[in-house]
């Protein structure tokens, strides 16, 4: 038994983070009984069967192993906000659509409904723990609202934001470079968080667990998407400044990398980065520094993202120049449409803007990826504003790479699977349009080997075109 038997968990929000999250926390500590809940009946019930809502390399067996014993899913938000002691808030914080601060603001308007509830709902005190990615001082709001409930009980608001990334989720979970706490600074709110720290020390050594102040927690968060966004779009702006001079952006990385105060990681020039958080949470940040009034601390964020937009559409542009000028009814077989590899997630994915562009060219799609569904697919492309028409008369998805390349004039990487690396290039070759274009958006693949198989290769930052 450890120090925390008996304690009862809950999660409101069933995605991608309050799912793996707490099935992790259910794994290591089995005396702890954890409770995910979700207003998504449908999430729920996928859950609970062989096929669960989300892709994640490990995340089956972990959930197999503890459901029903001490994991649970279930859509009776109310009768768990009741018996947790702890409740974890993992609700998603989209982008503002309209109103004020809309395109940039994250909208929290799903944190605030869940304290309301727990405050109507709640008989005894609750600790709430704000997992999800939040402007700085949101836990403000949210503790005013708990603290509005009509029965007089203290709940205590503490921030844990989520560092997982998609794709390596478990193993993030498993061995967290950090666990952040923050909390207020009273003995009530000390407390609060050492229930937490207690939990994650079942696994996690105490010293990779940091305890700070609420809004230090909250910003931190925010900070570290924008930091690791940024080297992306850093090494993206560089792979632009290779192609013109003759240097290869991965030698550039390697170089600079091996710096350690620079470090190697989150160099890979690429088309470009996607994912539900990165745009939504440097947006975030650039909104929070404009309601401050630090309009040039804002800019120097939001050039952030505008430097993704500019890679992505440098790609396409690339693409429809290399092919003569047009590619218009020319099928073009696109490998990978995930924002990533290992996932079958297509949030903000580079792929759909690329996608755009080719079809407003008149080109005819035929898209493979491994894991991505195909209404996440059009789902996505709708969201990045490509016509349904298009969608339905260019697209074609298929669910094998030859015959996605059958009769193609090009194929486009733009998600790095490593099955793609080890693909039969003289079997596409063969079945392609000549010249036979690749353009590889991840730089996964072996240009000069492909090279010799008679492709015509583009590859980011590597390619000096006179
Ligand atoms: N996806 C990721 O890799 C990471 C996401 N985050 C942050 O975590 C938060 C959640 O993100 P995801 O898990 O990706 O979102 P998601 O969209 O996959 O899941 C959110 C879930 O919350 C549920 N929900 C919304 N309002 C609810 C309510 N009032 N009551 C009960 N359930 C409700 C939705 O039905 C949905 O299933 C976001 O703030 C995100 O920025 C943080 C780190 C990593
Ligand atoms: O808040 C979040 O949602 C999470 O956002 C990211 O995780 P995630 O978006 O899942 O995946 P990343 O591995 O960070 O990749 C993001 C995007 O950047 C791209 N990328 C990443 C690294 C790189 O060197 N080059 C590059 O183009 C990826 O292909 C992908 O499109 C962060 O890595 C997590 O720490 C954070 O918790």
Same mark, same amino acid.
Request: hydrophobic share 40%; with cysteine; proline share 3%.
């Given at each position: 038994?450890?120090?925390?038997? /008996?304690? $009862? ?15 992790? #926390? ?74 004020? /601060? ?8 799903? @944190? ?27 836990? +403000? ?25 998609? &794709?390596?989720? #478990? *193993? ?9 706490? &923050? ?17 994650? *020390?079942?696994?996690?050594?105490? %010293? ?9 927690? %909250? ?23 290779? %192609? ?6 991965? *030698?550039?990385?390697?170089?600079? /990398? ?18 539900? @958080? ?69 949030? +903000? ?44 008369? $260019? ?72």
């Amino acid at each position: 038994m450890g120090k925390c038997a /008996g304690l $009862q968990i809950v999660c409101i929000g069933a995605g991608y983070v309050g799912g793996p999250t707490m099935a992790m #926390i259910a794994y290591k500590c089995h005396d702890v009984t954890v409770t995910v809940v979700d207003i998504s009946e449908k999430q729920i019930a996928a859950w609970n069967s062989d096929t669960l809502p989300i892709y994640e390399p490990g995340l089956d067996d972990i959930v197999k192993e503890r459901r029903n014993k001490n994991l649970f899913f279930s859509t009776d938000v109310d009768g768990a906000v009741e018996k947790g002691d702890i409740i974890f808030v993992s609700v998603n914080t989209p982008t503002k659509t309209s109103g004020i /601060g809309a395109g940039r603001a994250a909208n929290i308007s799903n @944190c605030e409904l869940v304290a309301r509830n727990i405050a109507k709902v709640a008989t005894s005190p609750k600790i709430v723990v704000e997992k999800s990615t939040v402007p700085v001082r949101t836990a +403000e709001s949210m503790g005013r609202v708990l603290a509005a409930n009509e029965k007089g009980i203290k709940h205590q608001i503490i921030s844990s934001p989520e560092f997982l990334a998609e &794709g390596t989720a #478990i *193993e993030d979970l498993l061995e967290p470079s950090r666990v952040l706490i &923050g909390g207020e600074q009273t003995p009530e709110g000390h407390a609060a968080v050492q229930k937490l720290v207690d939990v994650y *020390e079942y696994w996690c050594p105490r %010293e990779r667990i940091i305890t700070t102040n609420l809004w230090s927690s %909250e910003l931190s968060k925010l900070v570290a998407n924008a930091f690791l966004a940024q080297r992306v779009s850093s090494i993206n702006s560089i792979s632009a400044l290779c %192609e013109v001079s003759g240097a290869d952006v991965d *030698e550039v990385a390697r170089a600079v /990398g091996t710096d350690y105060r620079i470090g190697k990681h989150f160099l890979k020039s690429s088309v470009g980065f996607g994912g539900s @958080c990165f745009k939504k949470d440097i947006l975030n940040l650039v909104y929070l520094c404009e309601s401050f009034g630090l309009h040039d601390v804002a800019e120097y964020w939001n050039w952030v993202v505008k430097m993704n937009e500019l890679q992505k559409e440098r790609f396409a542009k690339t693409i429809v120049k290399r092919m003569f000028n047009t590619v218009t009814r020319k099928k073009i077989a696109v490998l990978g449409f995930a924002f990533k590899a290992d996932t079958g997630d297509t949030r +903000e994915t580079a792929a759909s803007d690329v996608c755009r562009f080719l079809l407003e060219e008149g080109a005819r799609l035929s898209v493979y990826d491994p894991k991505v569904l195909a209404e996440d697919m059009e789902r996505e492309l709708l969201y990045a504003k490509c016509e349904k028409d298009q969608i339905d008369q $260019q697209i074609t998805r298929v669910e094998d790479v030859y015959a996605a390349a059958k009769d193609a004039h090009a194929v486009v990487i733009l998600t790095e699977w490593k099955e793609f690396k080890e693909l039969d290039f003289d079997k596409i070759y063969s079945v392609m349009e000549k010249p036979a274009f690749i353009f590889d958006g991840r730089n996964i693949l072996d240009h000069a080997g492909l090279r010799e198989k008679g492709f015509e290769v583009f590859a980011l930052g590597k390619n000096k075109i006179n």
